[in-house]
């Protein structure tokens, strides 16, 4: 095996560890060591230029993503100056023209502004931000060069800048002025604007040193996704449990590992672990994972099932019936029930619905009954079997103690053997299940319950830079954000519009307009939980998309 | 406001009026899809139960027992052999609860509407009472299934429509058959009353669709 294994695409190398790949993967071991990471990967730049940052520090939200669109990074110092202007003070900063700091920031770096240089003493200090003043440091450069600071008055106009002290901005102006006449490389009249951009920028500069962190903690995120995606998302997934709203963090993660066709599939009990877990190509939510169980108690139920295991046989052979007989009381009730809610138990075979119905049943015996069956297990193959077996009085021959006893069994067992309502899992079920227990349908979506019979492409087709010609979705509708306009066309100011988010069984969609006109006629179907067909048009600006007809299924 | 929630019809065969004293015999319901007003695919539910405490004692006491609802038998035709292997109340009670909890479309306000013929005045005492039997009512004894805030009883709905008219004798089920043409066949089987209660319902609701929006609600009472 070689030492090191080269990326395709990017030249990019790493140092291979001892184990072999694993199956079905072709990358094997690597040891990533951080501190060496190439910083000038195309491929992670190119990852970051779509916009598709989930995963990636401080550019996950709706701003990181737009501006890593619109500035198309393509060097560290790039990731650096957009966690700069991101900010809201640099994003609401706008000149006599109504353009913000950050908007001129991206238009220059792009050569869509001229870059017109005030005076060439500024132009080596703010030459790196296209002439923008977004760090401190530089105006504690400028205070150096233009006026003679020294670096401890230079410090203290940037401690005055990032206090907001108007008291010491004063001070500080006078001896400003002052120094730059002595230095006189610029006039009087200049130091005066050129304070003035200083005192001004106070609002949104930020500090550069921690700029380049978070630029260099961005890319190295965006690395890990763009070159190992399976174990960046498997890593992101697990810790997600420590964010505040768990099951909301999986839903985003779970969806955007969709776009970049990776599979995260519900819990499986055949192969299951605590947290989640990947072998290198998919990825399974472990048990801990599923809302309601945690780890305390996911580790007490995977050592029972391991225990259990040992004395009898591995659990890939276990049947429904083998599983609810030997752990089924032992497990306890929302676990079993939100691992068959969620999947869990998918591989034996049975149907979801009918899982549930013969665990209530088999719940319900005493336990004296269940031991009775445990000691006779292998003389049936089903829980019906097991239960008319034991629906009789000890003298009988049955495992009940009484009478009454005897027929309440017999009441579960008539129902289990004529369902009042017919075994089926129901799409519309299983996504809401899902949902609730997993934080994301997996299994399907809700709109695969509905008919529908317009719609024409998926959620995932719309992810691309080509989009489809004509897009009707069949989709649920997840987010609704109202929002009254505040600039543009003048008759829309005032008006109420929405930007929603959809979903189907691939992936969702974000950020999709619905202009005025149309939310005002289709604001009562577009609300969140229901299921529609959504025509959407390309925006005429970039690779947007808005609302054009909705109806209802 | 535009209504989300399920319209979910149900009704009772009992052994009797009261619901602390009597014996339900049998349930069914169904769901109405509350925008295209239709019955909901396979949401129809149907379920006969045992009337225990009938059932319960020596041959000649459960007889006694049994002809003593002899009224209740009269009308809804149901049978000691049927109803003695049917399921227990406590099943089959739970069950419905989980059939009808897929209808909720969210949260405390997302329950299914309750609707039926006189369920204020029956149905929905007996579910109440069903739910403080087998502890699944709130603190208050009452049930948790359905939305409390908007009932759908078509009693009442027939009431607003034929109040000043003579054209019905009375608001019974049976006479609403009559009248509007439903076959009578099976009445007073739970099932067939919910379906019939269903159509009824569509058809109004469908008119109050028609006739809502011709009607000037807005400023209705302002002097101006």
Redesign the interface.
């Known amino acids: 095996m070689p030492e090191f294994y080269k990326f395709p695409n990017c030249d990019c190398k790493f140092k291979i560890l001892g184990p072999p790949p694993l199956p079905k993967s072709d990358i094997p071991s690597i040891d990533l060591d951080w501190d060496n990471v190439p910083l000038d990967c195309p491929i992670t730049y190119d990852l970051l230029c779509t916009g598709k940052t989930k995963m990636v520090f401080q550019l996950e939200k709706g701003g990181g993503r737009q501006g890593c669109r619109e500035l198309k990074p393509a060097e560290i110092e790039h990731m650096a100056g957009l966690g700069a202007v991101l900010r809201p003070g640099a994003a609401n900063s706008y000149d006599e023209d109504g353009v913000s700091t950050t908007k001129h920031y991206y238009l220059r770096k792009n050569g869509l502004e001229e870059i017109k240089s005030y005076h060439p003493a500024l132009d080596s200090i703010l030459g790196e931000t296209y002439n923008c003043l977004i760090y401190q440091e530089q105006a504690m450069k400028i205070a150096e060069k233009i006026a003679g600071f020294n670096k401890k008055e230079a410090d203290n106009l940037r401690k005055a800048i990032g206090k907001k002290l108007p008291e010491e901005m004063a001070k500080v102006k006078k001896w400003f002025i002052d120094g730059a006449k002595k230095v006189g490389v610029v006039t009087e009249a200049q130091a005066e604007e050129i304070f003035g951009w200083i005192k001004e920028s106070q609002k949104y500069s930020f500090n550069k040193s921690h700029a380049l962190c978070y630029g260099i903690t961005g890319y190295q995120c965006g690395y890990a996704k763009a070159h190992f995606p399976v174990q960046a998302y498997t890593s992101w997934l697990r810790y997600g449990q420590d964010k505040g709203k768990p099951l909301e963090e999986y839903a985003e993660l779970v969806d955007d590992a969709k776009i970049f066709g990776i599979e995260v599939y519900p819990p499986d009990i055949r192969d299951l672990e605590l947290n989640f877990y990947t072998n290198g190509e998919i990825i399974n939510y472990g048990l801990s994972n599923i809302k309601g169980v945690g780890e305390k108690t996911g580790a007490k139920v995977l050592e029972l099932i391991k225990g259990v295991e040992k004395e009898t046989k591995p659990i890939k052979q276990w049947s429904w019936y083998d599983f609810l007989v030997l752990v089924g009381s032992d497990i306890g009730k929302t676990v079993m029930e939100r691992l068959i809610l969620t999947g869990g138990l998918r591989g034996m075979d049975v149907m979801r619905v009918q899982m549930l119905k013969e665990y209530?049943a088999f719940a319900e015996l005493k336990p004296g009954e269940i031991k009775w069956i445990k000691q006779r297990k292998d003389n049936w193959n089903n829980i019906i079997d097991a239960l008319e077996a034991v629906a009789h009085t000890k003298k009988n021959g049955g495992g009940a103690h009484t009478e009454s006893r005897v027929?309440?069994i017999k009441?579960?067992l008539?129902?289990l053997k004529n369902p009042?309502?017919?075994y089926?899992d129901?799409p519309t079920?299983i996504a809401n299940d899902e949902q609730q227990y997993l934080g994301t349908s997996i299994t399907c979506s809700l709109a695969d319950g509905k008919p529908g019979e317009r719609w024409t492409v998926y959620c995932r087709d719309c992810v691309n830079e080509t989009l489809p010609k004509v897009i009707i979705l069949k989709v649920k509708v997840e987010e609704v954000r109202e929002n009254i306009i505040k600039k543009g066309k003048e008759e829309n100011i005032g008006k109420t519009m929405a930007y929603l988010r959809v979903s189907d069984s691939t992936c969702s969609l974000s950020d999709i307009s619905c202009f005025p006109e149309s939310w005002d006629e289709y604001k009562?179907l577009l609300?969140v939980?229901?299921v529609l067909e959504i025509h959407l048009e390309k925006s005429f600006k970039g690779n947007r998309l808005h609302v054009k007809n909705v109806w209802?299924i | 406001m535009i209504n989300n929630n399920f319209i979910f019809v149900f009704d009772f065969e009992t052994s009797g009026f009261d619901p602390e004293l009597d014996e339900p015999v049998q349930i069914a319901g169904l769901a109405i899809d509350p925008h295209t007003l239709t019955i909901v695919p396979e949401s129809q539910f149907n379920s006969l139960m045992k009337p225990v405490n009938i059932f319960t004692g020596t041959k000649q006491e459960i007889q006694a027992k049994w002809q003593k609802s002899w009224k209740a038998w009269d009308v809804n035709k149901k049978t000691m052999g049927e109803l003695s292997k049917a399921p227990l109340p406590e099943h089959v009670w739970k069950a419905f609860s989980d059939h009808v909890k897929k209808y909720n479309v969210g949260g405390y306000a997302g329950k299914p509407i309750p609707a039926g013929q006189n369920i204020q005045g029956f149905d929905l005492l007996w579910a109440d009472a069903l739910s403080r039997r087998y502890k699944m009512a709130d603190k208050s004894g009452r049930q948790q299934l359905f939305n409390t805030r908007t009932i759908l009883d078509t009693l009442n709905v027939t009431f607003l429509w034929f109040e000043n008219s003579d054209a019905l004798e009375d608001y019974k089920m049976d006479t609403l058959r009559k009248y509007f043409g439903i076959t009578e066949d099976g009445a007073h089987d739970a099932l067939k009353d919910c379906e019939d209660t269903a159509r009824l319902l569509i058809r109004y609701l469908k008119l109050h669709r028609y006739y809502s929006p011709k009607v000037k609600f807005r400023n209705a009472f302002s002097n101006a």
Do not use: M
């Open positions: 209530e027929e309440k009441s579960r008539s129902l009042i309502i017919p089926r129901n079920e009562s609300t939980g229901r209802a």
